[in-house]
């Protein structure tokens, strides 16, 4: 379930804002309000931390996309 769009849209932000704190642009954003794309793991947890909610709640971990995921 993508709860990305209800939560941006309750916190107020607007998605220019949320893509310079997070390093993305306001169309990746977009991409992941529609479903059409997920954020990877850790521009998930950006985002949680910036709308003050868990990561969980925005979208489940196993969804996130892999194919952006930083190695380690």
Do not use: F
Not at 45 to 58: C, D, G, N
């Amino acid at each position: 379930m993508n709860n990305i769009k209800e939560y941006i849209e309750k916190s107020g932000y607007r998605s220019n804002y949320i893509a310079e704190k997070i390093g993305c642009t306001p169309s990746d954003i977009s991409h992941w309000i529609s479903g059409e794309r997920r954020p990877n793991r850790e521009r998930l947890r950006l985002l949680a931390k910036i709308l003050r909610v868990p990561m969980s709640t925005l979208l489940p971990i196993e969804d996130c996309s892999r194919r952006y995921t930083i190695n380690k």
